[in-house]
């Protein structure tokens, strides 16, 4: 099969387009022919070294496979040659205390493609049967890889950590980016008053049309005050943080009293100073969210199905263009999911 493999961590170029031996079926197993893949930031940072997880090498990336079921190994049941799938993202153990009270995202054994097993830059992948979830009719391969690491992530995030209500004050901050796109629309879904920031107008805009009631340019100066004064200076009740550094003091700093500022995120810097005394005056909470459990994806997917949530997508395109893609996916010059057809 054709595949994206590298086999030394590095720059985009180490990205190599290349034939390697198909997967090898084992009982239990299905083959999937990937008609989808998303592309996540995560997948630049394994390729370039600094993910902090134990990587393998040659790795094949890709944490978000849709496709068709291929090939079924012997006691596959459950699923036929041609049914439409996701791969889970997580594949609990179904053993540990986190998969037995429905925490799968915290499984330490968990199965996870594009990270300790082949992902989905192939043509093909091999799965578990258990690890597969049906693709709901009307949803096509394209919109439903776009939907588990986004609206999976946005949905754990707010609902499940966050604890948002309706009627409550939501700041998203890079509204821009995929999983800030998802979260507009879970924050809207779920009844609370959306503010955002921004890095264009443009994705101000965008992010209008997604939902959002108010935005804000957090290029330009005192941004933070500006999300005050849209709060009538209460700041606040849920943060959706996933930017880091300056980004998550000044976040902090305009969480609204008993406001949670939850975390998922830290590129623009991983390690923050914190004020002790006005973490606990204001009883601020700061919540980190890992992830998201199979049954908020498969709601989220359920969401979509229905029309309620809608994947938006920048592009789609050929595997052989996975250098271009993680180049475009580090500009940040996109506005959505970036996906990958082989
Ligand atoms: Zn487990």
Redesign the pocket.
Known sequence: MRAVRFHRFGEPEVLVYEDIPDPELGPGEAVVRVRACGVNHLDLDIRSGISRLGISLPHILGREVAGEVAALGPDAGGFRVGDRVLVAIIG?????????TGR?N?????RRPGINRPGGYAELVVARVEDLIPVPRGLGFEEAAAVPIAFGTAYHMLITQGGLKVGETVLINAAGSTIGTAAIQVARAAGARVVVTAGSEAKLERARELGAHDGVNYSLPGWENRILELTDGRGPDVIFEHVGGEVFKRSLAILAVDGRLCVCGGHAGEIVDLDLISLFRKQARVIGSFSATRREVELALDLVARGELRPVIHGVYPLAEARLVHKLLASRANFGKLILNP
């Open positions: 609990g153990c179904g053993r540990c205390p986190f998969c037995r799968d915290l499984c330490p054994e968990a």
